[in-house]
């Protein structure tokens, strides 16, 4: 008999522990099918974004770390504890590439519609891309025109961009973490988890959610 597993992951596309929990949750997930294929896990991207007060246009990405931080010695120790536990999950992180800090309402509301329309899988995709364009390629996605290249290399439909980029422009109201933050995990609307969470612990939240599944029946 097949088991359903719900899981709700708060992010937001400027944050790179999102992109880093995001690989130990997909590490988490593998692991789960070997132990109990029957599984179903079912992902939900709920968006928050960080930064709501940035402008449209962006900030420069240098300027905005270095005031945030107090000093340019925080920001290379932030930066080197980042790229340790990224490259942990093999993922290269270049902050000396990034000129910008986005706005990313108009990234979230994008990914949001893209969501209405494409299977989970497609809009995973474009996450994907999203987090690709933005740490490693440098893009501004916090752009109408960046977030439309992406989604045509990311091969959704003209008619479907189009009509996204047609709608009026509603301020993004980002998803309601209880003050945790991100990145923040429910599973199954009931057991939460937050912060820097290792493979091993988002796997053992799901083999406890299975539990009380169980003992619910």
């Not at 490259?87 to 992180?93: G, L, R």
């Not at 045509?152 to 945790?180: H, N, Q, R, W």
Request: charged fraction near 20%; proline fraction near 4%.
């Amino acid at each position: 008999m097949t088991r359903k597993m719900n899981i709700e992951v708060f992010f937001d596309f400027i944050c790179p522990w999102c992109l880093i929990g995001k690989r130990h949750l997909q590490t988490a997930i593998q692991k789960l099918k070997q132990s109990d294929p029957d599984v179903v896990v079912n992902i939900q991207w709920r968006g928050v974004q960080l930064l709501p007060h940035i402008p449209l246009v962006g900030v420069p990405f240098d300027a905005f770390y270095l005031q945030r931080l107090g000093s340019s010695t925080a920001v290379r120790m932030r930066q080197t504890q980042v790229r340790q536990a990224a490259k942990a999950v093999n993922v290269d992180i270049d902050f000396d590439r990034i000129r910008r800090m986005p706005n990313t309402a108009m990234a979230h509301h994008f990914f949001a519609n893209i969501s209405k329309v494409y299977h989970s899988d497609q809009s995973e995709r474009f996450l994907d891309a999203l987090f690709t364009a933005y740490f490693h390629h440098s893009e501004n996605i916090g752009e109408l025109a960046t977030l439309q290249k992406i989604a045509m290399y990311c091969g959704f439909a003209d008619e479907v961009v189009e009509g996204i980029l047609a709608k009026p422009f509603v301020p993004f109201i980002s998803a309601d973490t209880g003050g945790k933050g991100v990145r923040y995990f429910v599973f199954d609307g009931s057991f939460a988890m937050a912060g820097a969470q290792p493979a091993s612990a988002l796997y053992q939240a799901m083999l406890e959610t299975l539990q009380t599944q169980g003992q619910m029946v």
